[in-house]
């Protein structure tokens, strides 16, 4: 007789279909489309990148390569004051600015998750400490929060993720915990407590896998605003000095007076990849509420 | 093994109460207590069945849920064999489960829509431990117990693939299928078509006598606690109205409320007049139930002792009832 087991389909093709990618939403595919690229950019940026982002580059006649247009000497976006190479730097900043926005997402979605399913499913003083804790995340105006904290730790990426994982995580999980009140309240999980399963167990399979596309589509809006506020810092000058990022090329420009020179090939790449990659997570996120709310009809 | 005559369930002085409105209307005295369950007590033998009857909101429902932990009281102890629910934890907690079941109203929300009909009945299974090549023969027994042919071609459906009534004996397996010693039956065949009410209920009344079940009958029906349960107790508002064998309750209720429920019978002859006792339309907010017996502002019979007076539930013959107008009779009776 066959296997429970063996009668499904492999771990991997259950987990991709329990992304529930909107594959049928036009803006969605276009949205995931942007992100192949930017992931493959970022995967391989050491390969796609001519220079070192932070190398200092000369012409052949040994001169420093300062303020190039794009196209002179081989430089395909031209160069920076300093002389280093833009496009190198835009493709390595897709590697931060993903890594960045990942990592934040996973956390803000894992963090919220787990905080909206304990509090939705538990209730009582759980629910009550959880939600009060949310209700003063929601008070703290983000920004600041950010520049607050990045005085106190060393300057890096990362703070702007322990940023978010500590603010962010209020929407989420106050969306999930209102999704898993409903759920909290369907016969089958009374059936999985009577037939003896234990709270976690409730969860995680009767509670867990309904409320995964609402985790994603929350994650996915906080791939892009974790994007724009590490560029917001790094503008700012609170970013790690260290490492190439859309928003420092940004301080970078705006500092070295790009726009009084007129280099238009320096400021405006970076923008356009922040407003592709922030555009194009709205749009998939827009496929999953699709998704999540078909009645929506749109 | 316990005394046949020892009591499998006992409940004693049993409340569920729920504060409704939060710290603010507190502040405000607008607070106020819903009593779904009040001071309810009875017990239950080896091997019998137990309608609990009564109207919508009158606590029969939370009282089932009480008896399978699905809630906790707020007062009172229930006991299983002997042994207080209240405390239980982990592996008692789990042998507990395992010997008292629900089964559910409606099928439709009592089978998790993602499982399929094996994987719902496994998750008692493995709760029990029973490793996963050892599921399939319970399984099909258990279906087979509930009378559903050819039950290996449902075994990889969704619930949505079944129709109510064969839904509702994978739910009946389900609660059947780790052979518990006590079923709370909550309203099965309220959500069914009518056409296969009978064949489920066949069903459950089969598989209890085979299986030497004590059962809860939880309905608003008379009828069919009557087809089921050879003994019937009366909520009303959170309370025991009446306790005592179906027949005698049917034949000659005692409770003004339990005469009003089988006054309301209808009977299947169109020109035979039938009078339902006048007791107004609906039951009282219960958030503010009246004072003294919560049925008085119904009762063709109240008087002043009524509203300020709560009845005790006392032995009437056979029965217990609770009501002002027995303990007059039993006083009476016992001064001539």
């Not at chain 1, 390569?65 to 190479?85: H, M, V």
């Not at chain 1, 790690?240 to 009084?260: K, T």
């Not at chain 2, 409340?15 to 007590?41: E, I």
């Not at chain 2, 306790?243 to 019978?265: F, M, N, Q, R």
Request: net charge neutral; with cysteine; proline share 6%.
């Amino acid at each position: 007789m066959p296997d429970v087991a063996l009668s499904r389909p492999g771990l991997p093709a259950r987990m991709f279909r329990s992304l529930h990618l909107p594959l049928n939403d036009r803006f969605a595919l276009f949205g995931l489309a942007v992100y192949a690229v930017f992931v493959l950019t970022a995967i391989f940026a050491d390969q796609i990148a001519p220079y070192d982002p932070t190398e200092i580059l000369y012409t052949p006649e040994y001169d420093l390569a300062a303020d190039l247009r794009p196209g002179e000497d081989g430089f395909i976006l031209g160069t920076t004051s300093l002389g280093r190479d833009i496009f190198s730097q835009i493709v390595h900043g897709t590697r931060s600015a993903l890594l960045i926005g990942i990592t934040a997402a996973f956390m803000v979605a894992l963090i919220g998750s787990i905080v909206g399913l304990v509090s939705g499913y538990f209730g009582g003083w759980i629910d009550a400490i959880l939600m009060r804790l949310a209700d003063i995340a929601f008070g703290i105006p983000f920004l600041p929060f950010v520049v607050v904290l990045a005085a106190f730790l060393e300057p890096s990426i990362w703070n702007v993720v322990i940023a978010m994982a500590l603010v962010l995580w209020r929407d989420t999980a106050r969306v999930i915990r209102s999704q898993v009140l409903t759920l909290r309240a369907r016969s089958y999980v009374d059936a999985a407590r009577v037939s003896g399963s234990s709270d976690l167990k409730i969860i995680m399979r009767h509670i867990a896998p309904n409320i995964l596309p609402l985790s994603f589509l929350y994650g996915s809006i906080a791939i892009g605003w974790a994007i724009l506020t590490e560029a917001s810092i790094s503008f700012l000058g609170f970013g790690d000095p260290q490492s190439i990022s859309w928003g420092y090329m940004l301080q970078d420009a705006f500092a070295s007076q790009a726009l009084a020179k007129q280099a238009y090939y320096w400021f405006v790449p970076p923008g356009i990849c922040i407003i592709l990659v922030v555009s194009a997570g709205f749009f998939i996120t827009r496929g999953y509420e699709n998704l999540l709310f078909p009645k929506l009809g749109r | 093994m316990l005394d046949s005559n020892e009591p499998l369930v006992s409940v004693r002085e049993v409340q569920l109460h729920y504060r409704v409105g939060g710290a603010l209307s507190a502040l405000r005295g607008r607070s106020s207590v819903v009593k779904a369950v009040d001071r309810v007590s009875f017990e239950i033998r080896r091997g019998e069945s137990v309608g609990l009857l009564g109207e919508s909101g009158c606590g029969k429902t939370s009282m089932g849920r009480l008896l399978l932990k699905l809630e906790e009281a707020t007062g009172g102890e229930i006991s299983f064999a002997g042994e207080a629910i209240a405390g239980l934890k982990g592996a008692a907690l789990k042998r507990y489960r395992a010997k008292a079941q629900l089964i559910f109203q409606n099928p439709f929300d009592a089978v998790n829509p993602r499982f399929t009909i094996r994987a719902a009945l496994s998750e008692p299974l493995e709760n029990a431990g029973i490793p996963v090549r050892e599921r399939e023969g319970p399984i099909i027994e258990a279906l087979e117990l509930v009378r559903l042919p050819q039950p290996q071609q449902f075994l990889d459906r969704y619930p949505h693939q079944l129709s109510g009534g064969q839904l509702q004996r994978v739910v009946m397996a389900r609660a059947l299928i780790l052979q518990p010693a006590f079923v709370v039956a909550d309203e099965p065949v309220s959500m069914l078509d009518v056409s296969v009410r009978a064949g489920v209920l066949n069903v459950f009344r089969d598989v209890r006598d085979r299986l030497g079940l004590t059962a809860i009958y939880i309905s608003h029906d008379l009828a069919l606690v009557r087809y089921v349960c050879e003994r019937t107790i009366v909520m009303y508002l959170g309370r025991i109205m009446e306790d005592g064998s179906t027949e005698d309750i049917v034949h000659e209720p005692l409770h003004p409320y339990t005469k009003a429920l089988v006054a309301a019978v209808p009977v299947p002859q169109p020109d035979q007049s039938h009078d339902p006792l006048p007791i107004g339309r609906g039951a009282p907010d219960p958030r503010n139930p009246p004072s003294g017996c919560v049925f008085r502002d119904r009762c063709p019979y109240a008087f002043e002792r009524c509203a300020s007076q709560v009845p005790r539930l006392r032995r009437v013959g056979t029965r217990n009832v609770a009501c002002h107008l027995f303990e007059e009779t039993a006083l009476s009776s016992g001064r001539q």
